[in-house]
């Protein structure tokens, strides 16, 4: 029952992607994210994030325009 953060795949490359992190360690990734979000958010900002990974901002071929964050995202419309 410990507050934190799962940093997957899906976090690290759309964390890179919003520019919010350039690690690739999940440990750094995780305690930064930690520090820029709201510790009530952690659980279910890390469960839509991984959802949103899955079905929109897939590795190799990203829905941008089916994105919800493209607006936010510098990455977005690049792939």
């Avoid at 992607?17 to 750094?28: F, I, N, R, V």
């Avoid at 469960?47 to 990203?62: E, L, N, S, W, Y």
């Avoid at 994105?67 to 792939?79: H, M, R, V």
């Amino acid at each position: 029952n410990i507050p934190s953060m799962v940093i997957d795949t899906h976090m690290i490359r759309i964390m890179n992607l919003l520019d919010l992190t350039t690690s690739k360690d999940p440990k750094k990734i995780e305690i930064q994210l930690m520090e820029i979000f709201n510790k009530k958010y952690w659980v279910n900002l890390t469960h839509m994030i991984i959802d949103h990974g899955r079905a929109v901002c897939i590795a190799r071929r990203p829905q941008c325009d089916k994105c919800i964050l493209s607006d936010l995202c510098p990455s977005a419309f690049n792939n």
